[in-house]
């Protein structure tokens, strides 16, 4: 397990002050790089060994969303690996320990050179001390993409999308998706199904797609043959 803490900072609010789904997830995703950075397993390890973890999905649960200058704690803890996959979950709490959001994450090693599945090395099985799974309701990995939905205008990968494997990063599909819904849809649950890597000068489409009482908007960003890079499903607080 490890945790850090942080301040809600003005930067990472949206119009009614509080923190937004998209820092949130940086938050999360910020924990897991300090963890692996701690521990000797970071970005230049995995560079020298030709490695990356690769998202396949993630579940975000919001309880609460901070309000800015909330002090508030982060917190990752793996929990199990089965082969090149690792499971991941991540929280966030007040000082006080009230539970403001809660995660799991579904990772894939890959050999970058190869660009296949890689077995996690032995120092990796070691330095990744196992928790045990948080309590929450787990959502299946796969997201189905409901019939019809609108097309909208294509947008071209640039280089502010991209992390350091030179891949669109997991954030950004989720900023762009956030596009094609009302500005007022407040979010309780995200889940995003991550299936093509996309890269410098790639075209995404996105088809946005909704219920029929509209408390689940369906997001999927496709290639220009209709092949989906990800699918980002956003549901209303109930």
Known sequence: MYTFQSRIRYSETGTDGKLTLESLLDYFQDSSTFHSEDIGLGIKYL???NLAWVLSSWQIVIERYPNVCENVVIGTAPYDFKGFIGYRNFWMDTESGERLAYANSIWSLMDMVKMAPAKPPVEMIEGYVLSDKLQMDYAPRKI?????GNLHEKIEVR???LDTNGHVNNGQHVRIAMEYIPKDFH????RAEYKKQAVLGDIMMPVAAVNEDKTIYTISLNTEDGAPYSIIELTGVS
């Open 47 to 49: 560079e020298e060994r």
């Open 144 to 148: 189905a993409v409901p019939l019809g």
């Open 159 to 161: 280089p502010h999308h």
């Open 187 to 190: 979010i309780g649950q995200l």
